[in-house]
């Protein structure tokens, strides 16, 4: 099974910035979208952005738009969530997931269409 692996979580002000990473082994299928989730406690995970590897198409949630900047560095296997001003309300366990099959439309944006999960990233963002 693909490993996926978050990194960069932590406890920042509001207003700060943070980077998310996560790392990812294809080994047995090819990965052709990688996406950021978060989900904060008693609410539905929830689609933050999504990128594809190879033109580095995104997507971004309208809640983060300005915010948080997705990109890619093929040769690592590794993406990124940069993410700035940040505000208690994105106080959540960040998810990195992989789908496997290539998009016709629009980048996937619901849980169920990505394959492959990290295990998450908590990030806290004080008051």
């Known amino acids: 099974q693909v490993q996926l692996v978050e990194s960069g979580g932590g406890l920042v002000q509001a207003g700060g910035s943070l980077r998310l990473s996560c790392a990812a082994s294809?080994?047995?299928?090819?990965?052709?979208?990688m996406g950021w989730f978060r989900q904060a406690p008693g609410k539905e995970r929830e689609f933050v952005a999504a990128?594809?590897?190879?033109?580095?198409?995104?997507y971004y949630a309208d809640s983060v738009k300005g915010r948080v900047t997705i990109s890619r560095d093929n040769a690592k296997n590794t993406v990124y969530l940069q993410m700035s001003s940040l505000k208690p309300e994105d106080t959540a366990v960040y998810y990195c997931?992989?789908?496997?099959?290539?998009?016709?439309?629009?980048?996937?944006?619901?849980?169920?269409?990505?394959?492959?999960w990290g295990q998450g990233t908590q990030v806290t963002v004080s008051s």
């Open positions: 990128i594809s590897w190879s033109a580095g198409s995104t």
């Open positions: 294809r080994r047995t299928f090819r990965s052709y979208v």
């Open positions: 997931a992989s789908d496997r099959v290539m998009p016709s439309g629009p980048l996937p944006a619901t849980p169920d269409e990505y394959d492959y």
